[in-house]
């Protein structure tokens, strides 16, 4: 019986780096946004404001909890 062997699939893992390289621009835009207070003035937040926020945590937590498996994720 012939052994079958795998080789790896350059096509499959140029796309895998180059999307990485754009999650990471992605992270760094959103690090920088944060910094600058998500583009408001510190002195004028107001309770929309905060509403914003945490819409934004709760999209990044379900994207984390889908990334390590937690929360509604964890397959318990």
């Known amino acids: 019986m012939k052994k079958k062997t795998t080789t790896p699939n ?3 893992l140029d796309e895998f780096i180059g999307t990485l390289g754009d999650i990471y621009d992605r992270l760094n835009e959103l690090s920088d946004f ?3 207070h998500m583009g408001y003035n510190p002195d004028e937040i107001n309770w929309g404001n905060v509403g914003t926020a945490k819409h934004y945590l709760a999209e990044l937590t379900e994207l984390t909890d889908m ?3 937690r929360g509604e994720y964890s397959g318990s």
């Open 67 to 69: 990334a390590f498996n």
């Open 34 to 36: 944060i910094d600058d």
């Open 10 to 12: 350059n096509k499959a």
